[in-house]
Nanobody, 121 residues
Framework: QVQLVESGGGVVQAGGSLRLSCAASGRTFSTYSMGWFRQAPGKEREFVAVITWTDNYTDYTNSVKGRFTISRDNAKNTVYLQMNSLKPEDTAVYYC??????????????WGQGTQVTVSS
């Protein structure tokens, strides 16, 4: 059983910063990538950022480039999202995503429970 445990959400004023964390635990062989998605009220879930485990490749949605930074700690199987210069439009529930590889070699998607980020103007 794999679990993704998120932390770090909260309420912040526009221009402020927050750091999200997501730790993966359970029976896995290796991690292919971990990342973040978000869903604002009345909108579909959207991609925010991703980082791969073997080559540290990162990608971001255009609206957060230059403001958000994704990083990882391999030893802790944890991914972080440093969010700076936050805007009210960043308000959403942020979901951690993991693309994990089992001992059989199959890849499976996992999701965290979500953490609320609210940016006040």
């Amino acid at each position: 059983q794999v679990q993704l445990v998120e932390s770090g959400g909260g309420v912040v004023q526009a221009g402020g910063s927050l750091r999200l964390s997501c730790a993966a635990s359970g029976r896995t062989f290796s991690t292919y990538s971990m990342g973040w998605f978000r869903q604002a009220p009345g909108k579909e879930r959207e991609f925010v950022a991703v980082i791969t485990w073997t080559d540290n490749y990162t990608d971001y949605t255009n609206s957060v480039k230059g403001r958000f930074t994704i990083s990882r700690d391999n030893a802790k199987n944890t991914v972080y999202l440093q969010m700076n210069s936050l805007k009210p439009e960043d308000t959403a529930v942020y979901y951690c995503h993991a693309d994990l590889v089992s001992y059989s070699g199959s890849r499976t998607d996992y999701w965290g429970q979500g953490t609320q980020v609210t940016v006040s103007s």
